[in-house]
């Protein structure tokens, strides 16, 4: 049966609400659809091994129970202190039918980079599917406001873990591999109150394209997902009261999206199915025109 995507999900305002960074999908109202109900596979990913960083919440926990539900072996790569949603993420890939490898880390540092790709194939083997989807967020209302800290977190995240895993993984991969980055709708209309963040996933959206050319002749394919507003934990993490109040209401849907309406991008680019295309910027952003 047809939905209206327009009222599939709860609409704004929103309650007050906000969180320390990285958040708790668990303290979040209403709480994210990740998939744990919603999401079926179909074998699109048979017999393939993932990894994924930032794998515990938000569009890579959806991405993390979609690959497992299409077949996929996965690992999800996360910080220390988020252990317990990690779990919760193990449990669905295991109850998947998949294996699950679980691999507490920090990507911004470059031996801990390399040593999750290396842990990966250790356990499965090998690596078909790389998703570079961890990343830091802080609000940046203005220049002077802006923490030093912050603006250094955000790219040792966003764009130096995203450039050490990536180059760890093309070491290993074999030609037909997949990497997707998560980038934003941010890379072409980047926000003010964002600017930050902005830098830094216009930054990958631009090593995307690169590496897509640079890898052709490896055989693997690059692309990104540019994700508009999705209602994940970086929002009552990452934003201010009014933001979250009515977030996602400036899109035509006049809503944010769920991760698990994010999900599906990530598994057409890591299939087979999708072997000429690369250097791809995907954007699911509820009918927002992004150019």
Same mark, same amino acid.
């Given at each position: 049966m047809?939905?209206?995507?327009?009222?599939?999900?709860?609409q704004?305002?929103?309650p007050?609400?906000?969180q320390?960074?990285?958040?708790?999908r $668990?303290?979040?109202? &209403?709480k994210?659809?990740?998939?744990?109900?919603?999401?079926?596979?179909?074998?699109?990913?048979?017999?393939?091994?993932a990894?994924?960083?930032?794998g515990?919440?938000?569009?890579?926990?959806?991405?993390?129970?979609?690959?497992?539900? #299409?077949?996929?072996?996965? $690992?999800?790569?996360?910080? /220390?202190? #988020?252990?317990?949603?990690a779990?919760?993420?193990?449990?669905?890939?295991?109850? /998947?039918?998949?294996?699950?490898?679980?691999?507490?880390?920090?990507?911004?540092k470059?031996?801990?980079?390399?040593a999750?790709?290396?842990? +990966?194939?250790k356990?499965?083997?090998?690596?078909?599917?790389?998703v570079?989807?961890?990343?830091y967020?802080a609000?940046?209302?203005?220049?002077?406001e802006?923490k030093?800290?912050d603006?250094?977190a =955000?790219?040792?995240?966003?764009?130096?873990?995203?450039?050490? @895993?990536?180059?760890a993984?093309?070491? @290993?991969?074999?030609?037909?591999?997949s990497?997707?980055?998560t980038a934003s709708v941010?890379?072409k209309h980047?926000?003010?109150?964002?600017?930050?963040y902005?830098?830094?996933?216009?930054?990958?959206?631009? =090593?995307? @394209?690169?590496?897509?050319?640079?890898?052709?002749?490896?055989?693997l394919?690059v692309?990104?997902?540019? &994700?508009? &507003?999705?209602? +994940?934990?970086f929002?009552?993490?990452?934003?201010?009261?009014?933001?979250?109040?009515n977030?996602?209401?400036q899109?035509?849907y006049g809503?944010?999206?769920?991760?698990?309406?994010?999900?599906?991008?990530?598994?057409?680019? $890591?299939?087979?199915?999708?072997s000429?295309?690369?250097?791809?910027?995907?954007?699911?952003?509820?009918?927002?025109?992004?150019f």
């Open positions: 047809t939905q209206d995507p327009t009222t599939l999900y709860k704004p305002p929103f007050v609400q906000q320390s960074f990285p958040g708790k $668990a303290e979040m109202n &209403p994210p659809d990740t998939g744990e109900d919603s999401y079926q596979g179909h074998g699109r990913l048979t017999g393939k091994a990894l994924i960083t930032g515990d919440s938000g569009i890579g926990r959806a991405v993390a129970i979609a690959f497992a539900r #299409e077949g996929a072996d996965v $690992a999800i790569a996360y910080l /220390a202190a #988020e252990e317990a949603d779990r919760e993420v193990e449990a669905l890939i295991t109850k /998947a039918g998949r294996r699950a490898l679980l691999l507490p880390t920090d990507i911004s470059s031996a801990d980079a390399r999750i790709v290396e842990q +990966t194939v356990a499965f083997g090998k690596l078909d599917v790389l570079n989807n961890a990343a967020q609000p940046t209302p203005s220049l002077e802006t030093d800290e603006w250094e =955000m790219f040792a995240t966003n764009v130096h873990g995203t450039f050490y @895993v990536t180059k993984a093309v070491g @290993v991969m074999q030609p037909g591999g990497i997707i980055n941010n890379t980047p926000t003010p109150s964002l600017f930050g902005s830098a830094t996933k216009g930054a990958i959206g631009n =090593m995307t @394209v690169s590496f897509a050319q640079l890898l052709a002749e490896k055989g394919r692309n990104a997902v540019l &994700p508009g &507003p999705i209602w +994940t934990p929002i009552p993490a990452g934003m201010e009261e009014d933001a979250i109040k977030f996602g209401s899109t035509p809503r944010p999206g769920q991760p698990v309406e994010v999900a599906p991008p990530y598994v057409m680019l $890591a299939s087979d199915e999708a000429y295309i690369s250097g791809a910027l995907i954007t699911v952003a509820g009918g927002m025109p992004i």
